[in-house]
Each structure stands twice: as structure tokens, then as C-alpha cells.
């Protein structure tokens, strides 16, 4: 089992170092931890934020641990050397291009929730969000027109083959859940949507078992709020999953809890916080590293089929919240390593 760990930028130490803390002690056999820099850290070192050396640890390993990059001291560097090209360059070249992001209530954070209670305590959904196409991955510049007006573009796209792997895996997924499929696009506006609403119908086909429903994104990200507990399996685009899962991490209380694994054909995968850098509060023991244990919960599940530590993980951060196990961010007063301990102590 070799792991590698890249933990980036800002809080992304802080909170890798909780979850490899948390897989070390699950005692697996033959778990090999390969380190690797991604980000502003790797710019500042090799002046590029997804070295080539960084690159082979990936291919060589059976699966990622990524902590989270982004770094604004680097926003005016030119976009290829910009620490969110590690991210989007490592999720390209390895075809990563399923994002599983799930959101659910934990018991005993209903007042946490940016939402009502009773309305938060529904909340139990998958957003499958596509990760190598969309606007992110288009054709994109700037340019100063004829008249001296600067225009900037990014060219949103998908071909219907991006469209229709990421369905399959959306379908499959309700059939493991309550078998509800939303597909969230803007096809009453975008010819992209459009396309990706009747691939998505034709793949339909294949699922009868699952009930297929559409939904344009500004009313998908109303109803999160509204009632989030109609949603089952949410699948959708690039841009859209990025803005609707930060949404609902609110929803459950904080982005600090969203674990996310982003899955190539096969068994690679490469696992993380849906949250980024964080510098507001880099280096000062405030991060919540649960989104991140909960990440290597997946990668266990995922990419090695080990169910049981995958759970045992789960319990322990559920456990933990059940008892008052809280940051800052949920209303407490603990800090980063202090977390880390208390789901250690329940392992
Ligand atoms: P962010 O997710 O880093 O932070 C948003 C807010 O949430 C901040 O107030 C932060 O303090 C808080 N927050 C985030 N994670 C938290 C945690 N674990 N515990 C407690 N509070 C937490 O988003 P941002 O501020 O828009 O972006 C900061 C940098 O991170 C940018 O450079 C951005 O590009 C990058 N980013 C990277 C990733 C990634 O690596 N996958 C994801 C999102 C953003
Ligand atoms: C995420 C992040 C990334 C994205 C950025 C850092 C490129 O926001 O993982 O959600 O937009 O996908
Ligand atoms: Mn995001």
C-alpha cells in the first residue's frame, strides 16, 4: 500500500499530519507513506507547483492523501506556476475525473448547521461532481479589443463521452444508495448543459432501477438550503460541483467535515479536504482536521477495498463529535492536534 502524501500549503500540513497520524495507528500491513510538495511550497523550492520529481511519486503510488494548496502570494504569478495547478494538473494527469463529495449530518451537530435543525438533520447526500472537463479545462485567455477594452474568456465544454463516464458512475453510485439520481446542469441557457442533460437521459437507460430527475443549478442550490433532504445523489459539472459542495458543507456545519476522493478508471485515487488552504488561520492550530481523516476513511475504502478500518475511521470521528469533540469552526475551543487526539483515543 503505497500512499503518497502531499500536503501543500497552508493548513495542508496541519491537517495531513492528523489523518496519516490516524492511518498509522489502524496498524495495516505494508502501509508505505511517500511524501511529496505540491503548491506554493513546491514553487518556492523547485519554481513549479507540481514538480516532475512530485509527479512520478503519484504515478508510482497506489493512491494520494492531499492536504490543500493555495497560496496568495502567488496570485500574480502566471497561471502555470500558480499553486492550483497542482490540484487541477494532478487530477488531469492522472484522469481522476470522478470527485465524490458526501455530505452528511453528524449526530449532534443539528445546531451547527447553518441551517434549522430539523431541515439539517435530513441531510445525507453524495455530490458527484465531473473533474476533468467543464470551464476549468477549456481554452482560456485574455485579450485587449479593438477598442482598448481588456475581455477575458474561458471556454466551457463537454464532449459527450466526458459526460456519460461520469454518469455511469453517478447511476451506479444511487444504486448503492436510495436510488435518486439528480442531474444539476443550466440547459435552459447553456448548449453544454444541454448536451450533458441528454447524454445523461440516454444513459438512464441502463439504470431503470434509478429515478432520474433534472434541475438547473441556481433552483439546486436554493433547494440545498430549502430542503436538503430530497437530494440522494447529486451529479453535475466541473464548475458547479466545485460551488455547490462548499454549499453544502455548510449544511452539515463546516467545510472543515467535507472529505472528498476524486477516482480515475481503476483503483486510483487521490483523496482530500473539499476545503483549501485556509491562510486566515495557517499555523495556528485552528484547522479542523476532520475533513481530512474522513478523506483517508475513502482512500482506505476506495482504492485498497478495506471496509473496516474505512468504518472504524468513521465511527471514531463520528464518536468524536458525539462526545463534544469540536473547533472553532462547530462552536468550540479545540485546535487541530487536540482533535486529531480525541479521534485517536476512539479508535
Ligand atoms: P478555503 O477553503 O481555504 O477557506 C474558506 C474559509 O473556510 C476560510 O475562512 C477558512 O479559514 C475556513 N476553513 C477552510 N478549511 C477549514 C478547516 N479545515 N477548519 C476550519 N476552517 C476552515 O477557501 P479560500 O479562502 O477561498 O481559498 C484559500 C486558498 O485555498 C486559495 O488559494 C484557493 O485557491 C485554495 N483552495 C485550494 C483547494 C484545494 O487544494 N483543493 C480547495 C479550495 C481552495
Ligand atoms: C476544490 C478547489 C479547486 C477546484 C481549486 C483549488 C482549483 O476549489 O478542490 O474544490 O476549483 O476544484
Ligand atoms: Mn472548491
Known amino acids: 500500500m503505497k500512499i503518497a502524501v502531499f500536503a501543500g500549503d497552508g493548513i495542508g500540513p496541519e491537517v495531513t499530519r492528523e489523518a496519516v497520524r490516524v492511518l498509522k495507528a489502524l496498524g495495516l500491513n505494508d502501509l508505505e507513506l511517500v511524501e511529496g510538495d505540491?503548491?506554493?511550497?513546491?514553487?518556492?523550492?523547485?519554481?513549479?507547483?507540481?514538480p516532475p520529481q512530485t509527479l512520478e511519486i503519484a504515478r508510482s503510488a497506489d493512491a494520494i492523501l492531499f492536504g490543500a494548496v493555495g497560496d496568495f502570494e502567488c496570485d500574480r504569478l502566471e497561471r502555470h506556476l500558480r499553486p492550483e495547478q497542482a490540484i487541477l494538473g494532478l487530477r488531469k494527469e492522472l484522469g481522476l475525473f470522478a470527485n465524490l463529495r458526501p455530505a452528511k449530518l453528524f449526530k449532534g451537530l443539528e445546531d451547527s448547521s447553518a441551517l434549522r435543525p430539523e431541515v439539517a438533520s435530513a441531510i445525507d447526500l453524495l455530490i458527484v461532481r465531473e473533474l476533468n472537463?467543464?470551464?476549468?479545462?477549456?481554452?482560456k485567455g485574455t485579450k485587449v479589443?479593438?477598442?482598448?477594452?481588456?475581455?477575458?474568456?474561458?471556454?466551457?465544454?463537454?464532449?459527450?463521452?466526458?459526460?456519460?463516464?461520469?454518469?455511469?458512475?453517478?447511476?451506479?453510485?444511487?444504486?448503492?444508495?436510495?436510488?435518486?439520481?439528480?442531474?444539476?446542469?443550466?440547459?435552459?441557457?447553456?448548449?453544454?448543459?444541454?448536451?450533458?442533460?441528454?447524454?445523461?437521459?440516454?444513459?438512464?437507460?441502463?439504470?431503470?432501477?434509478?429515478?432520474?430527475?433534472?434541475?438547473?443549478v441556481d433552483n439546486a442550490a436554493m433547494q440545498l438550503v430549502r430542503n436538503p433532504g430530497q437530494f440522494d445523489v447529486i451529479v453535475t459539472g466541473n464548475l458547479f460541483g466545485d460551488i455547490l459542495s462548499d454549499q453544502a458543507s455548510m449544511c452539515v456545519g463546516s467545510i472543515g467535515l467535507l472529505a472528498s476522493a476524486a477516482l480515475a478508471e481503476g483503483t486510483m485515487g487521490l483523496y482530500e479536504p473539499i476545503h483549501g488552504s485556509a491562510p486566515d488561520i495557517a499555523g495556528q492550530d485552528k484547522a479542523n482536521p476532520l475533513a481530512c481523516i474522513l478523506s483517508a476513511a475513502m482512500l482506505l475504502r476506495h482504492?485498497?477495498?478495506?471496509?473496516?478500518?474505512?468504518?472504524?475511521?468513521?465511527?471514531?470521528?463520528?464518536?468524536?463529535?458525539?462526545?463534544?469533540?469540536?473547533?472553532?469552526?462547530?462552536?468550540?475551543?479545540?485546535?487541530?492536534?487536540?482533535?486529531?487526539?480525541?479521534?485517536?483515543?476512539?479508535?
Open 133 to 139: 472537463g467543464d470551464v476549468y479545462f477549456g481554452e
Open 38 to 50: 505540491v503548491g506554493g511550497a513546491a514553487w518556492r523550492k523547485h519554481g513549479h507547483p507540481l
Open 303 to 347: 482504492s485498497f477495498g478495506l471496509e473496516a478500518p474505512a468504518a472504524r475511521i468513521e465511527a471514531a470521528v463520528a464518536k468524536a463529535l458525539a462526545d463534544g469533540i469540536r473547533g472553532g469552526d462547530l462552536g468550540g475551543h479545540l485546535g487541530t492536534v487536540a482533535i486529531g487526539e480525541g479521534v485517536l483515543a476512539r479508535l
Open 145 to 216: 479589443l479593438p477598442d482598448g477594452r481588456r475581455q477575458g474568456w474561458d471556454m466551457m465544454s463537454y464532449a459527450e463521452d466526458e459526460v456519460r463516464r461520469i454518469a455511469h458512475v453517478a447511476f451506479k453510485a444511487a444504486q448503492g444508495r436510495r436510488k435518486l439520481l439528480c442531474s444539476v446542469d443550466k440547459a435552459n441557457v447553456l448548449e453544454t448543459s444541454q448536451l450533458w442533460r441528454d447524454v445523461v437521459i440516454e444513459v438512464a437507460a441502463d439504470y431503470p432501477d434509478v429515478a432520474l430527475s433534472h434541475m438547473y
